[in-house]
């Protein structure tokens, strides 16, 4: 059974078992900040070894990354913020849900919601 709950929390103080969010190809921004400042700079050393695409629906696990409270970091790739609209964001919502069923973990926080997407509010986003 699916459940939703709602918090406010960073997303690198999260204790969840997984922690979900999604990387535009520019600079991070909002929980990809947090995460990539508190591990050290982790997220922009795999995008500059071209381990993270940050094209759109690209997925990546990584595995307790040092400074990060959640066990795993899933990084979903969003695209060019300038197109990223209601379509692309499902299509992120979509590819987090099919990586996240295969992972063994119960819970996840997920911090979409918090990205602004063109024509829509935030009881839209989550």
Partial sequence: M???????????????????????????????????????????????AGDLSCKAGTTLLVHAPAGVRAARVLLVGLGAQVDFDGLAYQRACI??????????????AVFLPELEVRGRDAAWRV
């Fill in 95 to 108: 590819e987090a849900g099919k990586a996240l069923k295969n992972l063994p973990v119960e819970g996840a």
């Fill in 2 to 48: 699916l459940e939703f709950s709602s918090a406010q929390a960073a997303a690198d103080q999260t204790d969840a078992p997984c922690v979900v969010v999604g990387v535009f190809d520019q600079p991070f921004a909002g929980a990809a900040a947090a995460l990539d400042q508190a591990s050290g700079g982790a997220l922009t050393r795999l995008r500059e």
